[in-house]
């Protein structure tokens, strides 16, 4: 730089220097001086700073260093520095760096303290800190002396300087804390620090941001490690016990300031809940890893949780019961959750409820957080459930065992507090009052003291009871005997009392209203809705009017009228044909509980509402609103997104909670309720019937509203796309539990379920075939969750169509999703293998980690029976033996590929090792041995014992054992159920294909396999009984909906198929029971018949099933189409079947007592005719016995034997030959011929004369032989009549009788009563052409029931009609009186009727005697007077007649009634018709006939009064008459 005069400085310098003299001799003089004058101008303080950032590595220009290096440089300074001082210079050094320090941290732009430096700052700092470390590694530097300075400066020092010095190892955060005068000043700098770095954190960029975790992080750690180290440790370090006060002290008052957040959480201070859950980073337990002893951590971990348990309990239990509703988990503060959740990680759920339990025995409770925390444990902590259930266990037996109310009161609070979470997690409150109050085993129960104290315990909380709790208890009260019943009297009057003060009067309850509910009550008009839908379920499951609903119009009067009728007649448009909830109000209106006011008011609002909605079609229905069902929306999509992360699992449970309240925010008012009904109550969907497409209806349960479909789409759309997005990271086994959780809550509302339950059906029973592969993985995950969260799930009534299933008959929810899936169809054959091998698949990865037992216990069976019928059926390598597993095991993400083969993907699934142990193929051999082993034990017990052997195995676990393998195998009989499903005609495969199948399942897999594994042990006869049971009971599930008297529908082709019997499967049967014909015969001169167990089959089916379920007209029903069942199969079988030989000494005979006794009991009941089988049975019993005679050494004799027999143990098979001969005799001849080529049997060839003589009397007018019975020729005769028109012919042909011929025209006076009857039943019905009504209908004789159209056929010559039965019967009664023949006894019962009649009276059917009195009274216009007096027993039999015809009424017996008029011939005319016959005839009766009337006097009394006292008025004593004829002419 040039001077002046353009003269550089050094040119000017060196002019100055030649000028003036230097005062040094010498440089060492020179440098001294120098010395001295930075000695007299230097800063140390400045100096450390400017030092330390010369220090930095590198030197500029390239220059080298020179010289001494700065760190000496400095040591030098400080040496010299601190001996003109007098203090060394480690002391120097301290004191600097402090005054550095304090002028740092001062140096801020920031008007208060603020725990982090600016930039500027923090470099600074970073320049003293090397250098301060340079002179530690010098040893020139006082760590304690630097501590204690610290604390002299004037303002405490910013927490990052104070971080950076911990972090650089220069002073730690403990040893500062060690050497501060006083602890309160020391918490109180730290807390304030703490609180502002948590404040600033949220505002600050995201380096600071990392920079204040850091900070965190690193003194969490230490106080920690020095506020709650190990006693030991502490014995060790007692310099260090104000440090342990310290970071206790700071921990508790960061908690504190943390939970007085909470309660400011709700006022919306943003950025004070956003600076607590800052701190709560403290409490990650990762945070700490291997710095800390576990120990330490627990102890930490453990004493937060107490304190906050116990923090500020300043509400009373009183506040407790009031206030707990709003302490669920979605109410709870989301901060004071996420505080919760992060404790209890250091801890095991029963480590958690253990610490909760001591908590609350050992100190005084903040319950507003305890109760939180059981409601974050119970959500969050699956295992929750069975602990909490333990702890209540343990809690009353305390409380009763001590008599302490606080137990007590800590029970109830929990109890009630888990059930708010709802029974996805814990039971309902009032299944768990229930459960521990509800019987004489309950805690109470073992004295009067602790019923006392239970009652005096409840009556102390209902000042602060809310509703829902008191009903519970008025509802299920405690189990009380009966001489202590005053006292729980006394405990509902004050619960009333208290329900009356929060006006929920008791008379509003509804009928069926929900008590498990933790919510405040529902309004009485909601309530009365839900009354109304559960009335109706009844009534349309029973017919019948519920008895709650009776006993409410009565009892109840206010609640019936103010709010259960107004709910039941709310105006509507009206059905073209009337439905259920309009037959319900027809039967409350017939039964005088409507008012007719309020009934025409109804109508009338129903029909202005019908005009209303002409007027404006496109009025909508009011939607649901829409918030909630965004809000639903997308917490799911929350979920999705955590479900994929598997760092956020952690979150799946809580956020579900948060899912489970928008669920029940968007199911609305009527689900605020945790729990809608009874957990115990069935889920009602409707299914459609067999061949119906009607959609399903879900039926809420008691006291639920119906759920939105919209909303159960969205939970399976949500479902399957969580599935599926997991899947694009993970196999199922590593997705983690949200979709386990998802399915649990889904679960836990119970009024989602029937809805839920009822998409299914339409989704997999009706969409099947038209789904995607997306959509079946996706329905196949969601059923296999489904039977996991089974226990959560009430049974299932899945009503078929218009039938009703059996009352009380419910599935689980396994049974019911595995009843949807039908093979019928090749569409539906084709789906059912997809969906079964893609929901095996899952299960199989899903839970391949759980212990096997573990595993069996998820498998729903029916599922793994499906497989197993239906992989063999559509592939011909799985019906072998599995030689090889397979090569690559079935995975789940192939399973989604478009172009997969699903017939070789669940082959793949068949070949895996794993699906075959399901089989328990080696289990089978295990327990086989098991059972050898255990008959050697048996054997050897006595003998000599042996250690080894097992113990003697009880029948119980041994059968046990036997059903738990039986499980999963499919067995024969559910084999034949399935196959019996298949549509032959739209089979998948042809009928060869199918032949082949059906004789390899039977031969080759399920007739030699043993019964243990769902087999026939080789056994013929057990194979056909396990067909033939199959086959009916299909045929009956299947026909149950064409049984009922109300269905009516267009039958026909579908009538017929879904009732026919499967041909292929009776082809099969018919094999079987041929092959069961060849076996060794029996050896002359044993006199034991063969066993025939067709007809014990038959006949145990009918005798051995429980009536107790459903009706007796839908038990009867039941019973005929059955009967009609057996008669088709036994037409079925081979004629042969029906007659077996036995040897009566060295002669083979036929033995037809087991045929003979079955048509006695039963088949003789299901003929229209009421007195003959049908032709079908009739012939085939004629070709059987022609078959079975030729093992007889003479066929005739044999023949002839088994009809003499006829006439006294079976006259109905005789009856049915005279009925049926025109058709039959030529059969018979035909046959005979074939077999033997010899004239007729004897007693064949008598039935033929027989025939020809009555046809010969009808046609020539030839005399009548009188045959011996003289019922058979009277048959013989009817039948004939019958055959030939008109009548009159016959009227003639009466005249024409010999006077031998009595009991021949009582017998035919018989038949033709039974005509008359069967004309009544089944108005023109051909007696002739019975068999072609039955191939139109499906069903043979249904119509003897309640066939309600008239049934005829044009080719019948003449059909039954009442009228010309009724003449003809009068004819024949004329006939009879004016020969002056005796016939009245005709109508006494079989035990009671002379011989001659018995036999007629025996051959009839059940439902035709029991209509006889119809018959009797029907004959009144032909009774002459001098009947009265001819015939003594005539009044005894009328009058047992019309008692009868009243039995009959009274009991609700279906009268018949005419075809035409249904006010002909009415049921009461009938009765008074036969009532004023019987007054008319009284006082004509001479007296023997009016003393025969005596045992039946009483009955009458009962039915008929004044008719009884008219009989007892002629029935005294002719003296006493005519006394009473004298005092009347006074």
Not at 279 to 288: D, E, G, I, M
Request: aromatic share 8%; with cysteine; hydrophobic share 45%.
């Amino acid at each position: 730089m040039a001077g002046a005069g353009g003269r550089s400085w050094r040119d000017l310098l060196a002019g100055r220097a030649r000028k003036r003299r230097s005062p040094f001799g010498s440089a060492a003089e020179l440098q001294g001086a120098a010395l001295r004058l930075l000695d007299q101008h230097q800063n140390l303080a400045e100096l450390l700073l400017e030092v330390g950032d010369s220090a930095k590595p590198g030197v500029q220009d390239g220059a080298e260093p020179r010289g001494v290096s700065p760190e000496s440089f400095i040591v030098s300074v400080l040496q010299e520095q601190a001996s003109k001082l007098g203090v060394p210079t480690a002391t120097l050094a301290a004191k600097n760096a402090v005054a550095n320090v304090e002028r740092i941290c001062q140096d801020s732009a920031s008007p208060s303290q603020v725990p982090l430096l600016n930039s500027d700052q923090r470099k600074r700092l970073t320049c003293l800190l090397q250098t301060v470390k340079d002179l530690l590694a010098n040893n020139m530097f006082c760590r304690s002396l630097f501590c204690q300075e610290m604390w002299k400066m004037k303002e405490p020092p910013v927490l990052e300087a104070v971080w950076h010095l911990h972090r650089g190892d220069i002073v730690g955060l403990a040893e500062l804390l060690d050497r501060s005068p006083a602890g309160p000043a020391a918490v109180e700098w730290l807390c304030s620090s703490l609180c502002g770095l948590c404040e600033q954190a949220g505002d600050i960029s995201c380096g600071d941001t990392e920079l204040a975790q850091g900070i965190l992080s690193d003194f969490a750690i230490v106080f920690l490690q020095h506020g709650f180290e190990q006693a030991v440790e502490l014995g060790r370090k007692v310099e260090f016990q104000k440090v342990a006060y310290i970071c206790r002290a700071v921990l508790q008052r960061m908690l504190a300031w943390v939970l007085d957040a909470v309660g400011k959480e709700k006022q919306e201070d943003v950025s004070m809940v956003q600076a607590a859950r800052f701190w709560l980073n403290v409490f990650n337990v990762s945070l700490y890893g291997s710095v800390a002893p576990p120990d330490s951590l627990r102890q930490f971990f453990r004493h937060t949780l107490t304190e906050v348990l116990t923090y500020n309990p300043a509400l009373k239990v009183s506040d407790a019961i009031q206030m707990q509703k709003e302490w669920s988990f979605t109410r709870t503060s989301p901060l004071l959750t996420a505080l919760y959740r992060k404790l209890l990680v250091a801890f095991s759920v029963k480590e958690s409820i253990c610490q909760l339990q001591q908590v609350l025995e050992s100190h005084e409770v903040n319950w507003q957080h305890v109760l939180s925390c059981v409601s974050t444990l119970v959500v969050c902590q699956a295992e929750a459930e069975q602990l909490f259930k333990d702890l209540l266990s343990h809690l009353l037996l305390k409380a009763f065992g001590n008599y302490d109310m606080e137990n007590m009161i800590t029970a109830f609070l929990i109890a009630r507090q888990a059930a708010l979470e709802g029974p996805a997690v814990f039971m309902p409150y009032s299944e768990w009052f229930k459960a521990s109050f509800g019987s004489a085993g309950g805690y109470h129960g073992s004295s009067k003291k602790s019923l006392v104290f239970l009652l005096e315990f409840l009556s102390e909380l209902v000042p602060f009871e809310a509703a829902p709790y008191l009903k519970v208890h008025i509802m299920f009260p405690p189990f009380v005997p009966s001489k202590h019943r005053s006292l729980l009297l006394e405990y509902i009057t004050l619960a009333k009392t208290r329900l009356a003060d929060l006006k929920v009067a008791i008379e509003d309850m509804g009928l069926y209203e929900d008590l498990s509910a933790p919510e405040e009550a529902v309004q009485p008009q909601a309530q009365a809705l839900r009354d109304v839908e559960k009335a109706l379920q009844i009534f349309e499951n029973t017919r019948k009017i519920p008895t709650s609903v009776i006993e409410a119009s009565i009892f109840r009067r206010p609640y019936y009228t103010s709010w259960f009728l107004p709910a039941l007649l709310r105006p509507r448009v009206l059905p073209k044909a009337p439905d259920g909830r309009m037959a319900f109000i027809d039967s409350l209106k017939r039964a005088d509980k409507i008012p007719s006011s309020l009934y025409s008011t109804y109508l009338q609002a129903c029909h202005a509402m019908k005009e209303k909605v002409l007027q404006d079609d496109s009025k909508a229905e009011p939607s649901h609103a829409k918030e909630p069902f965004e809000q639903l929306k997308a917490e799911l999509a929350v979920l999705r997104t955590l479900a994929v992360q598997q760092a956020q699992w952690e979150e799946v449970a809580a956020q579900l909670a948060v899912v489970s309240d928008r669920l029940r925010r968007v199911l609305g008012d009527s689900s605020e309720d945790s729990e809608a009904a009874p957990f115990s109550s069935p889920v009602r969907v409707a299914m459609p019937a067999p061949g119906l497409a009607a959609c399903p209806q879900s039926v809420p349960a008691p006291g639920l509203a119906a759920c939105p479909q919209s909303v159960v789409d969205l939970l399976l759309t949500s479902f399957c796309q969580t599935l599926l997005a997991a899947s694009s990271f993970n196999p199922p086994d590593r997705q983690g539990p949200c979709l386990s959780l998802l399915v649990k809550m889904m679960c836990g509302h119970r009024n989602l379920l029937p809805a839920l339950l009822g998409r299914l059906c339409q989704l997999i029973y009706h969409q099947g075939p038209s789904l995607g592969a997306a959509h079946i993985l996706g329905l196949a995950a969601f059923v296999i969750h489904l039977s996991e969260c089974r226990a959560l799930i009430p049974g299932v009534e899945a009503n078929s169509g218009a039938s009703q299933a059996v009352p009380g008959k419910a599935l689980s929810v396994s049974e019911y999703w595995s009843s949807l899936l039908l093979c019928r169809t090749e569409e539906s054959f084709a789906f059912c293998l997809r969906f079964c091998t893609a929901a095996a698949a899952y299960l199989m990865c899903k839970f391949s980690s759980c212990s096997h037992e573990d595993f069996c216990a998820l498998v729903p069976p029916g599922l793994i029976k499906k497989l197993q019928y239906l992989v063999p059926r559509l592939s011909l390598e799985a019906r072998g033996v599995l030689c090889e597993e397979a090569k690559s095991a079935l995975s789940w993400s192939s399973l989604s590929c478009p172009s997969l083969n699903y017939r070789r993907a669940s082959l793949c699934l068949w070949r895996q090792a794993g699906f075959q142990e399901l089989l328990k193929e080696k289990a089978f051999q295990f327990l086989e041995r098991l059972g050898k082993l255990q008959k050697l034990r048996n054997c050897r017990a006595k003998a000599c014992p042996s250690p080894w052997l097992p113990a003697v195995l009880p029948g119980k676990w041994w059968r046990g054992k036997q059903l738990e393998i039986l499980a999963f195998l499919l067995s024969f009989r559910e084999w034949l159920l399935m196959e019996l499903e298949v549509c032959p005609e739209k089979d998948i495969l042809s009928a060869s294909e199918r032949q082949d199948f059906h004789h390899w399942a039977i031969y080759q897999r399920y007739l030699p396999a043993p019964s243990a594994a769902g087999g026939c042990d080789g056994d013929l006869e057990k194979a056909c009984a396990v067909i033939l049971n199959a086959i009916l009971d299909s045929s009956q599930s299947r026909g149950s909906a064409w049984c009922v008297p109300s269905f009516r529908l267009d039958l026909g082709a579908c009538a017929q198929s879904r009732t026919s019997l499967s041909p292929e499967i009776l082809c099969r049967l018919q094999e079987l029971v041929l092959e069961l014909r060849c076996r060794p015969k029996l050896l002359p001169g044993c006199s034991a018949a063969q066993r025939h167990f067709l007809f014990e089959l038959l006949q145990g089916r009918l005798t051995g099933r429980d009536p107790e379920h459903g009706s007796a007209l839908g038990e009867q029903l039941w019973r005929q189409q059955e009967l009609l069942l057996h008669s088709r199969i036994l037409l079925g079988l081979p004629a042969s079947t029906l007659v077996t030989t036995c040897w009566k000494g060295n002669k083979a005979v036929l033995d037809c007592d087991s045929f003979f006794c079955f048509v006695n009991s039963e088949l003789k009941n299901v003929s229209s005719r009421g007195y003959a089988l049908s032709y079908g049975i009739t012939a085939h019993f004629f070709r059987g016995l022609l078959n079975a005679s030729l093992d007889c050494e003479d066929a005739a004799e044999g023949v002839n034997q088994a009809l003499a027999t006829c006439q006294t143990k079976c006259p109905v098979v005789l009856l049915s030959a005279a009925l049926w001969w025109p058709r039959l005799e030529a059969a018979l001849c035909s046959q005979w011929k074939r077999l033997f080529g010899a004239p007729l049997a004897e007693e064949l060839a008598r039935l033929r004369g027989w025939h020809s003589s009555a046809s010969r009397f009808l046609c020539s007018g030839a005399a009548l032989p009188v045959s011996d019975p003289p019922w058979l020729s009277a048959a013989f005769l009817h039948g004939a009549i019958l055959q030939q028109s008109p009548r009159g012919r016959g009227t003639e042909a009466l005249e024409r009788l010999g006077t031998d011929a009595e009991q021949l025209l009582v017998a035919l006076l018989f038949f033709s009563l039974l005509d008359l009857i069967s004309a009544r039943i089944a108005p023109k019905l051909c007696p002739l052409s019975v068999e072609p009504w039955l191939a139109w209908f499906g069903e043979e004789g249904t119509a003897s029931l309640w066939c309600p159209i008239p049934l005829g056929n044009p080719g019948c010559q003449e059909g039954v009609d009442f009228q010309t039965s009724l003449e003809w019967s009068l004819q024949i009664l004329q006939c009879l009186q004016g020969r002056g023949t005796s016939w009245p006894l005709l109508f006494h019962s079989a035990e009671g009727a002379p011989g001659r009649f018995r036999v007629l009276r025996s051959a009839a059917s059940q439902r035709h005697t029991r209509l006889l009195p119809l018959a009797f009274y029907s004959l009144t216009p032909s009774f002459q007077q001098e009947l009265l007096q001819q015939e003594p027993a005539f009044l005894s039999v009328a009058l047992q007649m019309y008692i009868q015809l009243l039995q009959l009424f009274v009991e609700g017996e279906v009268l018949p009634q005419s075809d035409r008029d249904p006010t002909e011939h009415d049921p009461l005319e009938l009765i008074s018709a036969a009532r004023q016959f019987l007054l008319g005839a009284i006082p004509h009766c001479p007296a023997q006939s009016l003393g025969n009337i005596q045992p039946l006097l009483s009955t009458c009394e009962e039915l008929d009064p004044e008719l009884a006292a008219t009989l007892l008025h002629f029935s005294r004593p002719a003296v006493d008459m005519e006394l009473e004829e004298e005092l009347e002419l006074f």
